[in-house]
């Protein structure tokens, strides 16, 4: 069974340029995250979707940061426009429904911005 | 106040030796979950353990169980018998749940360093 799959893998952009990051979740996994984590770090949660509403985006910067996951499955968190402070790497996770269920991470993107 | 507090910044331990990280956490929830993640240089978090709050035996997963301590809000990660392969980053992380939302905090991480 495949895993979480994130592409880019890494992306170097100027400040003020837009970008967006690729999540595609574990087939059948109703919850999906998106974390930020800086350097030396813990993950920090930006959103949680269940299947395709978003029920905690209390830690995303809706000013520049929209993230969107169309019919419960894939999902995208998008930068516009990006700051030199967004530089980090972007995880996404999903879940299956459950007390006990881990979350699966995917690779992660590693975002500079220059 | 920090949901999830790990106080090892960075750890050195010998080949072969145990090795207890530590983690404590904070929720005034009665039912709650405790996760440890381990993540290696190339970024990606692999999950190694679970224990549930209503758990009252600790889990174990190979080489690894988890010394959870309910009234000390401890949940600590021992590896028994570390390997060079151990060398990572370690995460501990809580889900709670707060009105039907699921919250799920990770600490700051241990840096583990196994030496030859």
């Known amino acids: 069974e495949a895993g979480v799959v994130q592409s880019p893998r890494y992306k170097i952009i100027e400040k003020k340029q837009p970008v967006a990051f690729w999540c595609n979740p574990i087939?059948?996994?109703?919850?999906l995250y998106w974390y930020r984590q800086n350097l030396g770090q813990g993950p920090e949660l930006l959103i949680r979707?269940?299947?395709?509403?978003?029920?905690?985006d209390s830690q995303l910067p809706k000013d520049r940061f929209s993230a969107e996951r169309l019919k419960g499955v894939d999902s995208t968190l998008k930068i516009q426009p990006a700051e030199l402070g967004d530089s980090a790497v972007y995880l996404c996770?999903?879940?299956?429904?459950?007390?006990?269920?881990?979350?699966?991470f995917g690779q992660g993107t590693r975002l500079t911005v220059v | 106040a920090q949901k999830i507090t790990q106080t090892q910044p960075g750890m050195f331990v010998q080949e072969k030796e145990a090795v207890t990280l530590d983690c404590t956490y904070d929720?005034?929830?009665?039912?709650?979950?405790l996760f440890w993640y381990k993540q290696p240089s190339s970024g990606e978090m692999i999950f190694l353990i679970y224990?549930?709050?209503?758990?009252?035996q600790n889990a174990t997963e190979g080489r690894y169980s988890l010394n959870f301590q309910k009234a000390r809000k401890s949940a600590n990660l021992v590896i028994s018998a570390s390997q060079l392969g151990d060398s990572a980053m370690y995460f501990c992380?809580?889900?709670?749940?707060?009105?039907?939302?699921?919250?799920?905090?990770f600490g700051t991480g241990t840096r583990l360093t196994i030496i030859p």
């Open positions: 996770a999903s879940s299956s429904t459950g007390t006990n269920t881990e979350a699966f």
């Open positions: 929720t005034s929830d009665q039912s709650y979950g």
């Open positions: 224990q549930g709050s209503y758990d009252e």
């Open positions: 992380a809580m889900r709670e749940w707060d009105f039907g939302n699921e919250k799920l905090t």
């Open positions: 087939s059948g996994h109703n919850t």
């Open positions: 979707y269940e299947n395709e509403e978003a029920v905690d």
